[in-house]
């Protein structure tokens, strides 16, 4: 059985290897991909992301119970920190999930950035295909956590779950990320804890400066204790089907789709730049610039016209 025979069977090893082969950027997963790209389209992807610290890993295990319990399918993309010294990634949240391992309609990867800024790995959207055509009802992306410029998770995901937590300090850090532009559902874990009513109201107060046709829910739960779960599932179904219904579902895959086109075409022409047939043309161009004989511009220009030429030749 070939890799794409097994993924449309549902084979978990041939979408294990896969992903592998993606996150390589080798190409016969991207041919296959490409073969199969007709298959996408139907799985709910929800991107869990917010500070670290907020318990996504915790959320993301209590909404996938509860989905199973429904006798929905839930594949779940964690996206770790790299390790500086292996290369891999961090896993020490997955263990809050390991119960999950043994479930035949559960399957969990985690992938390290690999220094790629954003918050998701270069091969998330990959990732994401090759889950989407192998047949799971809701992907879930759990982020490595909001940061001023970790806001991709909008360009892989129909609903952004944006997990915040009372005494972290991060008010104004999240207004200044611009997180209230992204979360279509807010949810405070640790709502025991002190302040969470703050919070909320706080929360609350930003969104009124935020003038969408969906409001963001804002909700309180404890997940740790399965609190306020069954609500979460049921706004993230509210905001799908607002999605459906105001034909914004196919307005966001459109624009998320060209954003993705855009990144995959500048990726390919900055490794063809830099490839070792014009790394030395690179170099010639950075002296010329360092000892100004040359401005950037013209040199930026100059690598352009090559790159056209090269292509014009072949």
């Known amino acids: 059985m070939d890799l794409a025979e097994g993924l449309l069977k549902k084979d978990k090893r041939a979408a294990a290897r896969l992903i592998s082969m993606v996150e390589n950027n080798n190409q016969e997963a991207i041919e296959i991909l490409s073969k199969l790209y007709q298959h996408t389209g139907k799985a709910r992807v929800i991107g869990i992301t917010g500070p670290p610290g907020a318990g996504k890993s915790t959320l993301t295990d209590k909404l996938t119970k509860a989905l199973r319990r429904q006798n929905k399918t839930v594949a779940i993309i964690a996206v770790d920190p790299t390790s500086p010294f292996t290369g ?110 703050r919070t909320k109201v706080e929360i609350e107060m930003m969104l009124d400066f935020n003038h969408r046709d969906w409001r963001p829910p804002v909700l309180k739960a404890v997940a740790l204790n399965n609190d306020g779960i069954d609500e979460v599932i049921e706004k993230l179904y509210e905001h799908y089907s607002y999605l459906e219904e105001s034909g914004k579902l196919l307005e966001k895959r459109r624009n998320n789709s060209e954003m993705e086109i855009l990144e995959l075409t500048h990726r390919s022409l900055m490794d063809e730049l830099l490839n070792e047939g014009n790394k030395n043309e690179v170099r010639n161009l950075v002296e010329e610039v360092v000892h100004r004989r040359l401005d950037p511009y013209t040199a930026s220009n100059q690598l352009i016209r090559k790159m056209l030429d090269t292509r014009r030749i072949d």
């Open 88 to 197: 891999g990634s961090i896993l020490g949240d997955r263990v809050r999930m390991s119960d999950l391992y043994t479930d035949t309609g559960v399957f969990i990867r985690s992938m390290g950035t690999r220094g790629h800024l954003g918050g998701l790995s270069k091969a998330t959207l990959g990732a994401v295909k090759v889950l989407d055509i192998y047949g799971f009802d809701y992907i879930f992306i759990e982020t490595v956590g909001v940061g001023q410029s970790e806001i991709d998770i909008v360009k892989a995901s129909d609903s952004v779950l944006m997990v915040m937590v009372p005494g972290l300090g991060d008010d104004i850090q999240a207004i200044k990320a611009g997180i209230m532009e992204i979360g279509d559902v807010f949810v405070i874990n640790k709502a025991d804890r002190e302040g969470a009513d």
